[in-house]
């Protein structure tokens, strides 16, 4: 709601907008409570217990993706990003 507010506040956006965005978040947290939740609740229960183990390769592979994923955003803020904020001709083509 204070989100809503300080958009309101700020002119970022009309009231109409505020109110259908906070409607629209009233009507995506009850569908998610209501419809969503029992069988996403028994779906995590079930992969958090490692109860079906079919799952434990598809988990495996998808936690190695995601170690890669982090490992390679690292790599690239730590390679590509200095040399872009360090190079001269890059500032001086932004001016024009």
Not at 75 to 93: C, F, G, L, M
């Amino acid at each position: 709601m204070s989100i809503a507010y300080s958009r309101l506040f700020l002119g970022v956006h009309s009231l109409n907008q505020c109110l259908f965005g906070l409607l629209l978040g009233v009507w995506v947290a009850f569908t998610m409570e209501f419809c969503v939740r029992a069988n996403l609740d028994a779906s995590v229960k079930e992969l958090v217990e490692c109860t079906d183990r079919r799952l434990l390769p598809y988990i495996l592979v998808n936690t190695v993706a995601f170690a890669g994923f982090i490992v390679a955003f690292v790599a690239e803020y730590k390679v590509v990003d200095p040399k872009i904020v360090n190079d001269p001709e890059w500032s001086t083509n932004m001016v024009r």
